[in-house]
């Protein structure tokens, strides 16, 4: 069912130290930050040739990386990015075999402008796994 790895995500607490690690001891391609305020983040995209790291900083009072941070205080992998063909049906497959969609398990638009699902990491070997509709 899940196909590419469309992304990793790295909270971290410092995002222009961390798109320099990326950018200059790392050398790899880097973009601007963006702030997503409706994500409760700001990220900057990491293009590598066979996928994109997402580096994400808190932004306002009620991140959701917020939490991770504080128990990962130097920064962490905090989700994994999959796609999926159709984003109902992988919903429904996971939910028929016990698998836990976060939030209301309705689809939101996320930071690529695609509908996404988070699942719970409990059920996906302790990391947080995101779907992205391709
Ligand atoms: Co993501």
Known sequence: ???RLNHTA???PDLKAAARV???TLGAEVSTPRALPQHGVTVVFVSLPNTKIELLEPLGE????SAFL???PAGGV???CYEVEDIFAARDHLLARGARVLGDGE???GAHGKPVLFLHPKDFCGVLVELEQA
């Open 1 to 3: 069912m899940i196909g």
């Open 10 to 12: 790295i909270a971290v």
């Open 22 to 24: 990326y950018g200059q």
């Open 62 to 65: 009620n991140s959701p990386i």
């Open 70 to 72: 504080k128990r990962n």
């Open 78 to 80: 905090h989700h994994l």
């Open 107 to 109: 689809p939101k638009i």
